[in-house]
């Protein structure tokens, strides 16, 4: 390699032009300001014309070659890409905690001297990535898949599930699972539903912001996640997370109450419809309620790993054509959960689509794009119109959810009756018997009272 890997046309012109390499320490004086940085690698996405650079601070910035005056060399950071692994020290006063890996990046450690962020898997490297696992855990690593979690399926989801089963067979004392935020929900509700009542905790985790940002939550949610793995009396499949934007507490969320619910920050997974199951810090778990399946000392755990992939989820939107539905029953699709508009609704020209998709015995299920709220499709005269053509309400289960549990029961049976059972039948928390009053807080920004309230608590 040259040492301006990946660069090429003007962003290559420009670091022969000024004798430059990756990894050169500079000060780059452009017609927008002067930068000093390390110049990095450049990704295969990134177009020609801009280097990239990591800054003092430990953010990247973008720089327009166009725009480059001068660049001065004042040294270079040699590049390191691997982690010195030491020994992960074990006790046996301590919980043996499995950490599964499903893709990307659960830890990692910045190189500050290269701006190089360095993954890391294995318990040595974990352990001089973050230290303080040691003293919450003997924690032992396997990577199942290595996807991003856009790309995880209800292969990967069965494969998940048997190997808890393994885990939980073996004596493990609790299941950490790390995971990208995107779809995180999507497999903690697949997982409730494959892997119930277990004897230890089962607690998915990831980060927003990666380790080579100043505000990476990477670290400390893993802290909290084995925390709540060794320690919580709470057995089931959660998510850990953040709580509030800053770094006083993760919260462990019921996996089948829980939503990503913003795209960058770092308390974005929130319990919806319902309050989260407990709070977590470094020192432990506190139970913010007791309606949980508990921790046991026995080795017992149901496994259903089944999965129907032809299951769709429909958001509905006005003027919405029959064709769409049409279209799924056309290419076999053997259920459809419909998110629908207030109380459940959807408009009249889809109805013959509906009529044809359940006399075909396509199962259809409605739930709400509210998020918060219950299914009501007999107060007007549009939902009982539409239950009649044979679509069923789903209660209160997130349409995520819904899609996820209609998918799992169409894997079991295609009596469609029993499909009926199972989807109405509350599993895990999935569905509730009522909301509490404070499982819908949504802050509208502007409002003087929210303003006030605002100065006196946390956000």
């Not at 989801?157 to 004392?173: F, H, K, P, Q, T």
């Not at 149901?302 to 429909?314: C, G, K």
């Not at 044809?356 to 259809?364: E, L, P, S």
Request: glycine residues 8%; contains cysteine.
């Amino acid at each position: 390699m040259s040492g301006r890997e990946g660069y090429k046309n003007d962003a290559l012109e420009t670091l022969s032009r000024f004798d430059a390499y990756i990894w050169d320490d500079v000060l780059i004086e452009t017609s927008r300001g002067d930068f000093r940085g390390i110049i990095l690698p450049r990704s295969e996405f990134d177009d020609s014309d801009h280097l990239v650079m990591k800054l003092a601070s430990g953010y990247n910035v973008g720089i327009d070659v166009h725009t480059i005056r001068s660049m001065k060399k004042l040294g270079k950071r040699e590049a390191h890409y691997k982690i010195p692994e030491k020994e992960f020290p074990t006790s046996p006063d301590k919980p043996n905690i499995k950490l599964l890996g499903t893709g990307g990046t659960i830890a990692s450690r910045l190189d500050y001297r290269t701006g190089a962020v360095i993954p890391a898997f294995s318990p040595g490297e974990l352990y001089g990535a973050v230290p303080e696992l040691a003293d919450i855990c003997n924690l032992s690593t396997e990577k199942l898949f290595a996807v991003f979690s856009e790309n995880m399926g209800p292969k990967e989801y069965i494969a998940l599930a048997r190997a808890i089963g393994r885990e939980i067979e073996s004596g493990i004392d609790g299941i950490v699972i790390g995971h990208g935020t995107d779809t995180m929900h999507h497999t903690a509700s697949a997982l409730a539903f494959m892997v119930q009542n277990p004897p230890v905790p089962i607690v998915m985790v990831g980060s927003q912001r990666s380790s080579d940002r100043p505000s990476s939550d990477a670290a400390i949610n893993l802290i909290h996640a084995t925390t709540a793995a060794g320690r919580s009396e709470i057995a089931e499949v959660m998510v850990c997370m953040f709580g509030p934007t800053s770094d006083e507490y993760g919260l462990l969320h019921r996996g089948t109450r829980v939503r990503k619910m913003h795209s960058s920050y770092r308390s974005t997974f929130r319990t919806i419809g319902d309050i989260p199951l407990a709070i977590v810090t470094r020192n432990g778990v506190r139970p913010l309620r007791d309606d949980y399946n508990r921790r046991r000392e026995d080795k017992k755990v149901e496994l259903y790993p089944f999965f129907e992939e032809r299951v769709a989820l429909l958001y509905y939107y006005p003027n919405m054509h029959r064709d769409i539905i049409d279209s799924l029953v056309d290419n076999g699709y053997k259920g459809i959960v419909i998110a629908g508009t207030g109380l459940g609704h959807v408009n009249k020209p889809v109805y013959p689509a509906i009529e044809r998709a359940t006399a075909k015995g396509v199962a259809i299920y409605m739930t709400v794009q509210t998020l918060w709220g219950y299914v009501h499709m007999f107060v007007y005269d549009t939902g009982r119109d539409l239950m009649a053509k044979g679509i069923i309400p789903a209660e209160n289960m997130l349409p995520e959810v819904a899609y996820i549990k209609l998918g799992w029961a169409l894997g079991q049976t295609d009596d469609l009756e029993e499909v009926r059972e199972l989807m109405l039948k509350p599993i895990c928390g999935e569905i509730t018997e009522r909301e509490p009053h404070d499982g819908y807080l949504i802050f509208q920004g502007g409002m003087p009272e929210i303003a006030e309230f605002l100065k006196r608590v946390h956000k």
